[in-house]
């Protein structure tokens, strides 16, 4: 994402803490990955009032600005609280936190822009505990559909980077040892009075490749855009068990306990 749509991350944040209503979590280090400077903190802060939080700014997000964003939503974050770029990330495939060292993973709107989100995955297994909770939102492959028809090259459209739909996510989290996956989906209709403005939101949303200089044909625009946004929560649970193999589960003969019979008198 970038500034243009922030509003649109907030609105998202909002309907997933919305969803997570339903879900008992007592949270004392969450990890927000990409964070930004929005109003999600203020109610994970009322949320989880004692919780220590780990950021995975996105581009353009000083670790100064999340400093004071946090400040001022929880001050106890200004001394219980860690921050590193997204572009770490990008780099390395790793989070800059330890293995089991948080209880919940907040994501908000960046699976869509990840070639692969099944490492991603794999990165939030290594970083949660026993019990720990995963939740996200992305941009499913309907988003921008009436964008396809358009024989516009001047437009240099292009694909989400991951065309993953609730369904590819679903079976992931499960071939990633998550347990309990919980997939919703919805389609957000943004409508357009003019034709600039709808191509503010396409560059922001990495619908193209680069910035439009000239659009000669700006009345074949369509003045509504389809975002398709993808829910999802799972756990991680029986971190302590071997990864699953060709659909067969290899225990450690150690992790197998046997009851024995007392003697009889």
């Not at 004071?68 to 219980?80: E, L, M």
């Not at 679903?170 to 998550?178: N, P, S, T, V």
Request: charged fraction near 25%; hydrophobic fraction near 40%.
């Amino acid at each position: 994402m970038t500034q243009p749509i922030r509003w649109l991350q907030d609105e998202i944040a909002d309907r997933m803490l919305q969803k997570m209503d339903i879900v008992k979590l007592d949270a004392k280090d969450i990890l927000i990955v990409p964070d930004f400077a929005g109003k999600h903190l203020d109610m994970l802060a009322k949320r989880f009032p004692k919780a220590r939080t780990f950021s995975i700014t996105e581009a353009g997000v000083s670790g100064f600005q999340m400093w004071r964003a946090k400040a001022r939503s929880n001050w106890r974050s200004i001394f219980a609280s860690n921050t590193s770029p997204l572009a770490s990330y990008a780099s390395s495939g790793r989070f800059d936190i330890p293995d089991n060292s948080v209880d919940l993973v907040f994501s908000d709107l960046l699976l869509q822009d990840l070639a692969d989100p099944k490492h991603f995955l794999q990165e939030c297994w290594r970083v949660l505990r026993e019990d720990g909770l995963l939740t996200f939102s992305y941009l499913g492959p309907d988003t921008g559909k009436e964008l396809r028809s358009l024989e516009l090259p001047e437009l240099k459209l292009k694909n989400l980077l991951s065309p993953w739909d609730m369904h590819d996510m679903g079976d992931a989290l499960l071939g990633e040892r998550f347990s309990d996956p919980v997939m919703d989906m919805e389609c957000l209709t943004l409508d357009y009075e003019k034709p600039e403005l709808l191509l503010a939101d396409i560059s922001a949303l990495k619908l193209m490749h680069s910035d439009p200089l000239v659009v000669p044909q700006m009345s074949v625009l369509p003045r509504k855009l389809t975002l398709e946004v993808v829910y999802g929560h799972a756990w991680a649970l029986g971190k302590h068990l071997a990864k699953a193999k060709d659909n067969i589960a290899y225990i450690d003969p150690n992790q197998i306990g046997r009851k024995t019979r007392p003697d009889s008198a």
